[in-house]
Nanobody
């Protein structure tokens, strides 16, 4: 059964950077697209980025586009989320999830509840942006 393990979270000052990693036991055809979500206390889980399994197309929420970069190392079964110019509102538990395709957008429309499409999740890693 596919397992996902996130790492790389921590405490960083505003304007700083972190790189999160999501290591998979294996990426199969049914779980080749990987998304990153985050969840702050009392808030709904929010999709921030996804990389497709078919052609490594990438997708970002408006709140992180231009600051975050998602990438994949197939040899290492790892998907990364490089986070730059971090803001306090980026704080939360970051999770990776895998499915057959990315669900972050329907056409040009961001899907607020795309997390409901994913069944396989990692345990999460805490990111805190604060002085």
């Amino acid at each position: 059964q596919l397992q996902l393990v996130e790492s790389g979270g921590g405490l960083v000052q505003p304007g700083g950077s972190l790189r999160l990693s999501c290591v998979a036991s294996e990426f199969t055809k049914d779980h080749s697209a990987v998304a990153w979500f985050r969840q702050a206390p009392g808030k709904e889980r929010e999709g921030v980025s996804c990389i497709s399994g078919a052609d490594d197309s990438t997708y970002y929420s408006n709140s992180v586009r231009g600051r975050f970069t998602i990438s994949r190392d197939k040899a290492k079964n790892t998907v990364y989320l490089q986070m730059n110019l971090l803001k306090p509102e980026d704080s939360g538990v970051y999770y990776c999830a895998a499915d057959r395709s990315c669900h972050l957008y329907a056409g040009d429309s961001y899907r607020r509840r795309s997390h409901l499409e994913y069944e396989v999740w990692g345990q999460g890693t805490q990111v805190t942006v604060s002085t």
